[in-house]
C-alpha cells in the first residue's frame, strides 16, 4: 500500500468522523478545499514514488562504488533537500526490515525466494557459500555459476566478498562468469638493472641442490651456467620442453633468453616435485614471477605449459592453498579452463582440481591428466578409463585423430597446439559421460643422442613404478578399470598390473582391473632397435628401444608372466595390430609391430590397415577402431555402468 493511498484514506476517516457541512457552505469553498487537498495528496505521492534508477544507484554504491558529495554546504539547505533526505533513511529502513524477514529460511532452497535482482540475493548466496553444512556451500557455488541475469557489480561484489573455497568452485564450474574472478594483483616491479631471465635464474639458485636425482642437477647446473650468449654461439637453437617426448627443435628466429628461460622453468618443474623446494619457490617470490613469465609468453603455449606443471605441482601442497589464490592463479586458470586448446584446458583443470578440496580427493601429480570430467558435475563417476601412450608420444597428440598427412616419426608435430579435438575428451566422453577418463604423459626418447637428460637412462620396471605410484595418488582402483595402450605404454601396462600384484596397498587396482586394449603393443619384440641406418636416431638407441628388442630377457618374461596372471584373473582383452608400415625418418619404412608380435595370446586381435602412429588415431568418430573402442568399454564395463 503506497503512503499516497494511505494518506486518502485518512481523508476519508476525517470526513466521515466531522459533522456534515452547513447547508450554506458555498460550493467555491468545497472545491477550493478538495483542490488543495488532491494537490497534497498527488505531491506526497510523488515525493515518496521510488526512481528504480535511484534504487540501482544506492545499491552501488553500498559496496563498490564510492557516492561524491558536493562541498558546497549552500546546497544542502532547503525543504527539498530534507525530503529527500528522510526520502532516502526510509528506503534504507524498508530494504533492511526486507532483509531481516528474508535471512530466516537460509536453509531452504534459494529459489523459493523470488528477489531475482534484489541486493539481498547475492548476500544470501555468500552466507549460504560459508555455510558449516558442506552440502550447503556446494549447492550455492552452483548456484552462483549458473546465474547469468545478475548486473556487472553483483558478480564483482561476489569476486571482493567470497572465500577461496567458494572461488575455486565457481572457477570448476562449467557455467561460470568470468566476471566472478577479479584481476590478479599488481606484479611486484623488477629489480632495477635486472631481467625477468635473470630473476629466474635467481629463483632457481635460491631453491636446495638436495634430494635432487641426476636429471635435475644437470637441467639446474645447465640453467645456470650457461648465459645466453654461450647458448646462442654453442647451438644456435632452441630446446624445447613444452611436451613430454619432444627431442631438440632446430629454431634460429628465437630470442636467446627464451633458450635460457626454457631451462630454468624445465629445472623448476621437477624441483617443484618436491615439497620443500615448493615452499622455497613459494617464498622468494616464484608464484609473481612465474605469473610475469606467463603473461610474456602468451604466444608461446609450451612456455605457459611448463609454468602451468609448476604450479599444479606446487598445489598439491595444500598449505601453499592460500598464497596460489591470493597470487591471482586462480582467475588466470579460470579463464584457461574455457580455452579451446585441449592441453591449456587439461592443465588449468589439474590445477584447480588439486586446489579443490570441497569435491576432490585425489592428488593429480605431474604428468597424469584427468579429460573427463574437468568440471565439477552432478553425473556419478562409476568407472576409470586410463590411456597410456607409448614411444614419442604424450598425453595430448597420441590420441588426436588421425593426421590428414603421413606422419613421421623423426618430425614431432609441430602444429600441436592446433590440433582440434581429442577423441577420449570429446567422442568417448559424449559416449560414456559416467566415465572418469585419465591420460598419462611420461618422458620417451628414440635415441641417447636425443635424450633430454643425458645421464636419464629409465627402464620399463622404473617407470612402470613411477606411474602406478601417480595412478593410485590419483584414485585409480577406487573405481573398476579399463586401461587403453599403445606400443610401448602396453608393456608398462603389463608391467604396473605385475608390481600392483605383489604389493598388498595396490591390491585395489588389481581387483578393479576389468580390461585392457593393446593398440600394437609389441609383446614379443620390434624390429626396431635393429635398425641402424638413421644415425640420428638409431646408432645410440635409447634403453626404452633396447627393450623392445626380440632377444630381450626382461621382455620375454614379461610376456610369460603377465599371459598367466591375466588368465588367472580372466582381465578381458582386445588387441589391435597395424598392417602397414612406418616411416622412420625419410630413409626407410618399417613395419613396427608385426602381426606375430602383438599376439598376447588372449583376447581378439584385430588387423587394421593404417601404420603404427595411427593404429590409435581413428579417421572419424564412426570409424571402425573407434567404434570396437567403445563397444569393448561398454561390453566390459556394462554391469559397473548400470550399477
Not at 618436491?274 to 619457490?281: M, N, R
Not at 595411427?614 to 564395463?637: G, S, V
Request: aromatic share 8%.
Amino acid at each position: 500500500m503506497s503512503l499516497a493511498a494511505y494518506c486518502v484514506i485518512c481523508c476519508r476517516r476525517i470526513g466521515t468522523s466531522t459533522s456534515p457541512p452547513k447547508s450554506g457552505t458555498r460550493w467555491r469553498d468545497i472545491s477550493e478545499g478538495s483542490l488543495f487537498l488532491t494537490y497534497e495528496v498527488l505531491a506526497l505521492k510523488k515525493a515518496v514514488t521510488l526512481d528504480t534508477q535511484v534504487v540501482e544507484r544506492e545499491k552501488m554504491k553500498s559496496y563498490i562504488y564510492v557516492h561524491t558529495v558536493s562541498l558546497d554546504k549552500g546546497e544542502n539547505h532547503g525543504i527539498a533537500w530534507q525530503a529527500r533526505k528522510e526520502l532516502h533513511k526510509a528506503v534504507r529502513k524498508v530494504l533492511a526490515t526486507s532483509a531481516k524477514i528474508l535471512r530466516n529460511p537460509f536453509a531452504d532452497p534459494f529459489s523459493t525466494v523470488d528477489i531475482e535482482d534484489h541486493e539481498c540475493a547475492v548476500w544470501l548466496l555468500l552466507r549460504k557459500s560459508k555455510s558449516d553444512d558442506k552440502t550447503t556451500r556446494l549447492e550455492a557455488v552452483q548456484e552462483m555459476s549458473e546465474t547469468h541475469h545478475w548486473h556487472d557489480y553483483q558478480y564483482r561484489l561476489i569476486a571482493q566478498a567470497c572465500d577461496p573455497k567458494t572461488l575455486i568452485g565457481l572457477a570448476r564450474s562449467k557455467e561460470s562468469d568470468l566476471r566472478f574472478f577479479l584481476l590478479p594483483p599488481p606484479l611486484p616491479s623488477l629489480k632495477e638493472d635486472s631481467s625477468t631471465e635473470e630473476e629466474l635464474r635467481q629463483l632457481l639458485a635460491s631453491l636446495p641442490q638436495t634430494e635432487l636425482d641426476e636429471c635435475i642437477q644437470y637441467f639446474t647446473s645447465l640453467a645456470l651456467s650457461e648465459s645466453s650468449q654461450s647458448l646462442a654461439a654453442q647451438k644456435g637453437g632452441l630446446w624445447c620442453f613444452g611436451g613430454n617426448g619432444l627431442p631438440y627443435a632446430e629454431s634460429f628466429g628465437e630470442v636467446p633468453s627464451a633458450t635460457v628461460e626454457m631451462f630454468c622453468l624445465e629445472a623448476i618443474v621437477k624441483h617443484s616435485e618436491i615439497s620443500t623446494h615448493c615452499d622455497k619457490i613459494e617464498a622468494n617470490g616464484g608464484l609473481q614471477l612465474l605469473q610475469r613469465l606467463y603473461r610474456l609468453h602468451k604466444d608461446c603455449p609450451k612456455v605457459q605449459r611448463n609454468i602451468m606443471r609448476i604450479i599444479g605441482n606446487m598445489a598439491l601442497n595444500e598449505h601453499l592453498h592460500s598464497s596460489i589464490v591470493r597470487s591471482g592463479w586462480v582467475s588466470i586458470m579460470a579463464e584457461a579452463m574455457k580455452s579451446d586448446r585441449i592441453m591449456e584446458a587439461s592443465h588449468a583443470a589439474r590445477i584447480l582440481a588439486n586446489l579443490d578440496r570441497e569435491t576432490v580427493q585425489e592428488k593429480y601429480q605431474d604428468g597424469v591428466y584427468v579429460l573427463h570430467p574437468q568440471y565439477r558435475t552432478s553425473q556419478p563417476i562409476k568407472a576409470d578409463v586410463l590411456f597410456i601412450h607409448g614411444l614419442m608420444g604424450a598425453a595430448f597428440k597420441t590420441w588426436r585423430q588421425q593426421d590428414s598427412e603421413q606422419a613421421v616419426i623423426e618430425k614431432p608435430m609441430e602444429d600441436e597446439d592446433r590440433y582440434t579435438t581429442c577423441w577420449p575428451k570429446t567422442w568417448l566422453a559424449k559416449d560414456c559421460p559416467a566415465l572418469r577418463i585419465i591420460s598419462v604423459e611420461y618422458d620417451t626418447t628414440l635415441s641417447d643422442w636425443r635424450a633430454r637428460c643425458p645421464m636419464e637412462r629409465k627402464s620399463i620396471a622404473f617407470r612402470s613404478n613411477e606411474l602406478l605410484r601417480k595412478l593410485r595418488a590419483a584414485g585409480v582402483g577406487d573405481r573398476p578399470v579399463v586401461w587403453i595402450s599403445h606400443s610401448m605404454g602396453g608393456l608398462l601396462v603389463k608391467k604396473m598390473l605385475l608390481e600392483a600384484s605383489k604389493k598388498p596397498e595396490m591390491s585395489a587396482v588389481i581387483n578393479n582391473t576389468r580390461g585392457i586394449i593393446f593398440y600394437s603393443v609389441p609383446h614379443h619384440g620390434s624390429h626396431l632397435a635393429e635398425y641402424s641406418v638413421n644415425i640420428r636416431y638409431l646408432l645410440f638407441p635409447s634403453l626404452e628401444v633396447k627393450e623392445l628388442s626380440k632377444d630381450s630377457p626382461a621382455l620375454k618374461t614379461l610376456q610369460d608372466d603377465f599371459l598367466e596372471f591375466a588368465k588367472d584373473k580372466n582381465f578381458q582383452v582386445l588387441n589391435f595390430v597395424e598392417t602397414l608400415p612406418t616411416y622412420i625418418g625419410s630413409m626407410i619404412k618399417l613395419h613396427v609391430v608385426p602381426v606375430e608380435s602383438a599376439d598376447l595370446g588372449i583376447g581378439d586381435l584385430i588387423p587394421v590397415d593404417v601404420n603404427h602412429l595411427n593404429i590409435c588415431k581413428p579417421k572419424k568418430k564412426d570409424a571402425f577402431l573407434y567404434q570396437r573402442t567403445l563397444q569393448f568399454i561398454r561390453e566390459t564395463l556394462a554391469k559397473d555402468l548400470e550399477n
